[in-house]
Nanobody
């Protein structure tokens, strides 16, 4: 059974940092791209970052460039989202999802999703 479990969310003050984790199981983790997405209240879900099976990163959201980075630890079947310089507009539920192979592509390639973890940055 494919499972993706996010953790690490919480409340952090503007300018602070937070690291989210996505623990995967039930598939050969290192073969797959893994993406992070987020959905803020009243807005559509948007892609944030994706990391390919080879470790290359793709930014989906210009607003997080220079602040967020994605990494993976294949030995631990875990993908991380390091979030720095957090802003109130980063408040959202953050999801990780399993993608395809090789280069990261569009949302259509993601077939399994975690339940999400809440990140709140108060204004």
């Amino acid at each position: 059974q494919v499972q993706l479990v996010e953790s690490g969310g919480g409340l952090v003050q503007p300018g602070g940092s937070l690291r989210l984790s996505c623990a995967a199981s039930g598939f050969t983790f290192n073969y797959y791209n893994i993406g992070w997405f987020r959905q803020a209240p009243g807005l559509e879900r948007e892609g944030v970052l994706c990391i390919s099976s080879s470790g290359d990163s793709t930014y989906y959201a210009d607003s997080v460039k220079g602040r967020f980075t994605i990494s993976r630890d294949n030995a631990q079947n875990t993908v991380y989202l390091q979030m720095n310089s957090l802003k109130p507009e980063d408040t959202a539920v953050y999801y990780c999802a399993r993608g395809g192979y090789y280069y990261c592509g569009g949302v259509g390639e993601f077939d399994y999703w975690g339940q999400g973890t809440q990140v709140t940055v108060p204004s």
